[in-house]
């Protein structure tokens, strides 16, 4: 990964509590602030759901056509040829629909996010390209908006936490297009194809649904369908999700991933059996289960540092790193495992992270 360990620990605020049940979530949110980490963006909700995140009554969508991305000649020839390049480099790669994020605003309390459409393809040709600065320049120049021309598909990030506190992650597939053998949450895209028709109009079996509705449940529901898939787990084991807000890589165009979070009524022992079966829909795209014991994941807090907009404790350096008792700095098998977390993992898994420590939800002992 090219982001270091020490400049992605700098983002994330020390958690004062272990938490290991959900509180009381907030009932609105005033308003959503963007924070820059390195090459991380968060856009988290304010105030913090902090113990729960947010509900599935707090988020919104709004589809239309407007949010479809910015075209031009030139801009799609270039995204041809990134593509059969890419494709000849790895025939496994297929193009498909995906919905696309055109921003976000609060209204009424509720986080509506304005939903269009894109594919893979265009991904691979605008946020992925070695282009990508160049089609945001373009964008702002022509629109006003770097984010005009980019593809931004909608991804979707899960943090499970198991009965006994473990943090699930997978390392990806090598054959994957995208971080190939990196650590990472379960997780994808939701899918424009599990509602929509070949004309662009809903399914039957939505009847008369809102169509936005229709849209954010299939935003929201994907998240736990991709656990489901990749791990073997079912739906059922799984708690209710919350929202825990999105991070845009900066690396990547400001490509999105939104984080969402639950806990599994199953043990860490039970998730390993569970995916050592083999049997679920995409055991092929992660090559290996990679389980975060508590006894880790309370070390995090002991290593990172104090956000910019915070003020640090008494006998902190403002720029320093807390520091770690003697006896943990000699004997550190679980501070290692952290910091190997961190260095192996995703954008996404990054992301997620911060956005988890910011809700105050991973278990610390």
């Not at 620990?9 to 290991?20: D, E, M, N, P, Q």
């Not at 770097?146 to 054959?175: E, H, K």
Request: glycine share 8%; proline share 6%; net charge negative.
């Amino acid at each position: 990964m090219n982001l270091s360990f020490q400049s992605f620990v700098r983002c994330i605020s020390l958690s004062t509590a272990g938490v290991h049940a959900y509180r009381k979530m907030s009932k609105n949110i005033l308003s959503v602030e963007r924070v820059q980490c390195d090459s991380i963006d968060l856009v988290r909700p304010v105030p913090a759901g902090v113990g729960a995140a947010i509900s599935h009554t707090q988020l919104g969508a709004k589809f239309e056509p407007s949010n479809h991305r910015q075209t031009s000649a030139d801009l799609e020839e270039q995204i041809n040829k990134v593509w059969e390049t890419k494709c000849a480099q790895n025939p496994r790669l297929y193009n498909g629909s995906k919905f696309r994020l055109n921003g976000w605003k609060v209204s009424r309390g509720k986080w509506i996010l304005n939903i269009g459409l894109t594919s893979y393809k265009d991904l691979c040709g605008t946020n992925l390209s070695p282009n990508s600065q160049w089609i945001q320049e373009k964008g702002t120049k022509n629109f006003g908006n770097p984010q005009a021309y980019m593809s931004d598909p909608v991804g979707v990030g899960l943090v499970l936490i198991t009965s006994d506190g473990f943090l699930v992650l997978t390392r990806r597939a090598y054959w994957t297009g995208e971080y190939p053998g990196a650590l990472d949450v379960p997780g994808g895209h939701p899918e424009p194809q599990r509602i929509f028709k070949d004309d662009g109009t809903l399914k039957p079996e939505f009847g008369a649904s809102n169509v936005d509705d229709v849209v954010l449940q299939e935003v929201w529901s994907s998240a736990a369908q991709e656990a489901v898939d990749e791990l073997g787990v079912s739906r059922e084991q799984m708690s209710e999700l919350t929202f825990l807000g999105i991070d845009l890589n900066m690396d990547a165009g400001g490509r999105p991933s939104l984080g969402f979070y639950a806990r599994l009524s199953l043990s860490s022992d039970q998730v390993r059996e569970v995916y050592s079966r083999g049997v679920q829909d995409e055991a092929d795209e992660s090559s290996e289960l990679f389980l975060v014991s508590p006894e880790t994941l309370a070390r995090l807090p002991h290593l990172l540092r104090l956000p910019r907009e915070s003020s640090p404790p008494s006998g902190v350096p403002r720029e320093g790193f807390v520091t770690l008792p003697e006896g943990e700095r000699r004997a550190g098998k679980e501070v290692e495992e952290a910091i190997r977390v961190v260095e192996e993992a995703t954008p996404s898994l990054r992301g997620a992270l911060l956005l988890t420590h910011y809700h105050s939800l991973l278990p610390l002992v």
